[in-house]
């Protein structure tokens, strides 16, 4: 159940993108997911973005940046022991956060995918939890 959870959370924290194959899909990979340090997890989360937004080279690294420092904080605070109440809040604080310092350095079509991707993400997580 912990592990479903933090998958969850780091899942939503991140705004992962759905469809993404590098993503854990079973409980199985879930673990692996989890054990994978701030920096492994910010490459996937990069490698996708730049797969679907078509990064320049200097855009992917910037985000890659902002991906690893935002991976650690969500260690940081994923470790305090929070009520899982204050943690989503915390989680959700720290992703709007990162969500605002990547939108930066975005362009207007890059934007427009990053939201529907993300709006995308949402549903798919609110589907999944009403079965």
Known sequence: ??????????TFSISIYAGNDSLPKTKENAKEFKDK?????????????????????????????????YAKLNDAIFNKGYSKMKLL????SINLEREKEILVLLDEKQKEIFQQEKSAMISQF???KKK
């Open 89 to 92: 809040s915390n989680l959700k």
């Open 1 to 10: 159940m912990k592990t479903i959870l933090f998958l969850l959370i780091t």
């Open 37 to 69: 340090t701030p920096d492994e997890r910010a490459k996937s989360i990069t490698d996708m973005m730049n797969e679907k937004l078509k990064l320049s080279s200097t855009q992917y690294k910037s985000i890659y940046d902002i991906n690893v420092k």
């Open 126 to 128: 609110k589907s999944s």
